[in-house]
Each structure stands twice: as structure tokens, then as C-alpha cells.
């Protein structure tokens, strides 16, 4: 069984930062790409931004110079420093991982339970 669990949501004012982190647990062989997603109230689920094993990363073009994703390997984890936040910020933020399961060696798209995030004055 594999998990991601979340932490770093809550409530920042506009042009604040704010740090969200994810942990991929449980009988893993290999984390292949692991992302940050985001759904706003009413709105469909979309892709903030994605990182590869080798480091290779995609943004939305909404976050582009204002987030950045980065992944510690050796510890399954993944964060998205997240500045200069906006209103249109706010969502709940999913972690997002492509597993290859050990003894199995199974794909698995595994997700997080969600962090809310809410970018008010």
C-alpha cells in the first residue's frame, strides 16, 4: 500500500508565501513524477506544477515566476513554495505521485488527501 500525505495549507494574505510538502510512504521501488494540483470552488482540477526524478519541471502559466517545485529523492518528498500569493490562489492543493510498487513493480497514480490553501486579506 501506498500513501501521500500532505501538510502546509492555511490561510496567507495576498502577497504572502506559503510552502505546502508531500511524503510518499508505504511499499514503494521507485517515485517517478510527482505534482501539485489545484481545485477551486466550481472548478475543475487542474495541473500547478509537476517534476520529474531527474528534476525536470512544468508549470501552469498562472504560477510561472511565483512557485517553485522541488523533490528530495531520498526521501520521497515533494514541496511547492508558493510567493507573491493571489486571491485566484486559493484551492484545495493535491499531491500527486506516479509509483512503481515494489515486489508488484505496479504503476500506481497515487493522490493526497488535499491541503486548503485560502489567499485573503
Known amino acids: 500500500q501506498v500513501q501521500l500525505v500532505e501538510s502546509g495549507g492555511g490561510l496567507v494574505q495576498p502577497g504572502g508565501s506559503l510552502t505546502l510538502s508531500c511524503v510518499a510512504s508505504?511499499?514503494?521501488?521507485?517515485?517517478?513524477?510527482m505534482g501539485w494540483y489545484r481545485q477551486a470552488p466550481g472548478k475543475q482540477r487542474e495541473l500547478v506544477a509537476a517534476?520529474?526524478?531527474?528534476?525536470?519541471?512544468n508549470y501552469a502559466d498562472s504560477v510561472k515566476g511565483r512557485f517553485t517545485i522541488f523533490r528530495d529523492n531520498a526521501k520521497n518528498t515533494v514541496s511547492l513554495q508558493m510567493n507573491s500569493l493571489k486571491p485566484e490562489d486559493t484551492a484545495v492543493y493535491y499531491c500527486?505521485?506516479?509509483?512503481?510498487?515494489?515486489?508488484?513493480?505496479?504503476?500506481?497514480?497515487?493522490w493526497g488527501q488535499g491541503t486548503l490553501v485560502t489567499v485573503s486579506s
Open positions: 517534476i520529474t526524478s531527474g528534476g525536470g519541471t
Open positions: 500527486n505521485a506516479a509509483i512503481t510498487a515494489k515486489y508488484s513493480y505496479r504503476y500506481l497514480e497515487v
Open positions: 508505504g511499499n514503494i521501488f521507485s517515485v517517478n513524477v
